[in-house]
């Protein structure tokens, strides 16, 4: 073979490499990730959900809730059981098939200032374990709070997994800073006053 008829076969390949590349790159993302392909997966993915974390009035005496939610009937479940009025929902769609929700409560609120997040969703691989970590605020004792019953909810959707899931909670008391009456500065006796 001479070096001509080499580069122009070589010259002939590079468009038909092109082209397979990009059939493989839209076929993977026509299917939105139905096919693993190994060093695209980055693990669990999380999403915040529209309107989450809430806080809903009310008087019944509940507890707290910590779940896994697989499917729409347990979707259902837990938003009757935080608000039976059933003005709390979930505006975001949610594929099943692909993502679980985990849901979280707090008991029943004497006080208005009480917050719960989810915060973070640590993953171990090599255990195949899930530790949501929920971090918790109430105000401290130099807050104005109202006498109000309440709880409060924190939903986000997570990409399915056969990892074992389990919660933690982290507590913080958020002081509030109260204003401080401006002081008039007034020359002491003996003092005399600043000339204009």
């Not at 979930?90 to 679980?100: G, I, L, Q």
């Amino acid at each position: 073979m001479t070096n001509k008829t080499k580069t122009t076969l070589n010259m002939s390949l590079i468009p038909l490499v092109v082209i397979v590349v990009l059939m493989i790159g839209a076929g993977y993302f026509l299917l939105q990730g139905e096919i693993k392909l190994p060093g695209f997966n980055k693990g669990t993915q999380i999403r915040r959900l529209d309107g989450f974390p809430t806080v809903i009035t009310t008087e019944m005496p509940l507890e707290k809730q910590r779940k896994v939610i697989k499917s729409p009937e347990e979707l259902a479940e837990f938003l009757n059981y935080i608000d039976p009025t059933g003005l709390t929902e979930v505006r975001d769609s949610v594929n099943f098939d692909r993502e679980y929700l985990l849901a979280i409560s707090s008991d029943l609120q004497d006080e208005t200032g009480h917050k719960m997040r989810i915060k973070k969703v640590y993953e171990d691989k090599n255990a195949k374990h899930l530790l949501v970590l929920i971090e918790e605020t109430d105000k401290g004792g130099n807050c104005e709070v109202e006498v109000e019953g309440n709880i409060t909810a924190d939903v986000v959707a997570i990409s399915q997994t056969d990892f074992e899931i389990s919660f933690d909670r982290v507590k913080k008391v958020e002081d509030c800073e109260k204003e401080e009456p401006a002081e008039e500065t007034q020359p002491n006796e003996g003092q005399s006053s600043p000339q204009q």
